[in-house]
Each structure stands twice: as C-alpha cells, then as structure tokens.
C-alpha cells in the first residue's frame, strides 16, 4: 500500500508557495494564478512567472520555510500508517521548502517528491525532475507517473490531497481523501472520495479499516 500525500494545503496548513508570493513577490502574482485557474496557462507557466516575481535574499527565504506550520496530527498518523504503508509525499510545491519545513516541526525524513528549487541573486528559480511531457495536467510534478513508478502494478494507491495538482490521480488512486477544492473536483467527476479537515480525520477514516486484511482490501474502506 502507498500513501501519496500533498503538501500545500494537506500536510502544511495552507498552501506556502502563496504565502511566500503573499510576502516577498509582486502582487500580480494574483493574476497570474487566475490565469492558471482559468485554465488559460499551464502549472509550469504559472509557478515560473510567479517565482521569478520574488524578491528577498537567501536568508529571508530559509528563515520563512522554517516557519511554515505543518499539520500536528500528521505525525500520529505516519506512526499508525507506516506500520503497513509506504507513505511519500509528492507536491507541485517546492521540494527545498518541505524538506526544511518538515525538518523545522521534527517530522521524519520521508521521501519527497516535488519541483527542485534555485537561490539565485535575491530570489528564487525552478527546474521539474519529476516533469513527465505527457501530463495531461501540465503540472511540473505528474503524481499519477509518481504514484506508478513507486507502488508498481500491485500496491494500492491512497491519495491524500486538496487541491488541482492532485485531481488527475484522483481519478485512479484506489481511495481518495479530500479537502478543498479536490472535494468538488471529486463530486463534479463522482470519484468516490472521504472528506476530511486534518489527519486526525484521516486516521480515525483507516483505524475503521480491518486490520486482518491490510493491506490487501483497504480499497473496500469506502
């Protein structure tokens, strides 16, 4: 079994590339991520036009990923999960920031899969090492090709997610958390899909699941 856990929105209480662009870019970066909602530019386009929008020098930046505020109960609900589960968290975000960010809160050092991030002279770049060209999402990170290349064909796949970057591989995962967005994105597609607000919620959802056949029918749970 393989949990896929988001970060932005998810596992960190809101979503920490706005809150970087909120405090260090232009305010145009706003709409520049309408055009993305709009479905007028890509994910690429839009991440690279809003961080080349960010002014602040390496200091400022190391000092904000630090204080990025995870989710308290995700740590009970690793400890419980691991158990069983591979859990991996794969983001659209920035892989730098999580990592610092997780090792801020003390959180363990779980595999990352996201955009590579670049100090350059007072700001910021991106390179995509998780890119896949087919991505009918045109997102830098394809977490459908992600989620295939680490369970197999056998695994089970639980995506725990909240927003657009997690819709494709919700349409395939074998049970979906939802929050945000994806919860109408979920509905609108009739994705079966269990709601939830942290992962306090999230674990309560599993402990319901039978023990006896963990992994193996976990995809039942709903």
């Not at 994910?43 to 990025?68: N, P, T, W, Y």
């Not at 060209?133 to 796949?157: L, M, Y």
């Amino acid at each position: 079994m393989l949990f896929v856990v988001d970060f932005d929105g998810t596992l960190s209480l809101r979503d920490t590339v706005d809150a970087m662009l909120e405090r260090f870019a232009d305010p145009e970066w706003k709409t520049v991520e309408q055009q993305w909602l709009d479905g007028h530019i890509t994910a690429i386009q839009c991440m690279q036009k809003q961080l080349h929008m960010v002014k602040a020098d390496h200091v400022s930046l190391e000092k904000f990923f630090r204080g990025i505020q995870l989710d308290a109960s995700f740590l009970p609900f690793y400890q419980h999960v691991s158990q069983f589960s591979k859990v991996v968290v794969v983001s659209d975000g920035l892989g730098h920031a999580i990592r610092v960010a997780m090792k801020s809160a003390a959180l363990p050092e779980l595999p990352v899969y996201a955009n590579k991030l670049h100090f350059v002279v007072d700001g910021i770049d991106i390179s995509w090492p998780h890119r896949n060209p087919q991505c009918t999402a045109g997102n830098g990170v394809c977490k459908c090709a992600v989620a295939k290349e680490i369970s197999g064909s056998k695994q089970k796949i639980i995506l725990v997610g909240d927003g657009k970057s997690d819709a494709c591989l919700a349409k395939t995962a074998d049970v979906v958390f939802a929050k945000g967005s994806l919860i109408k994105f979920c509905e609108e597609n009739a994705i079966p899909h269990i709601k939830f607000t942290t992962f306090v919620d999230v674990l309560a959802e599993i402990k319901t699941w039978p023990q006896e056949t963990l992994p193996r029918s976990v995809g039942l749970a709903f």
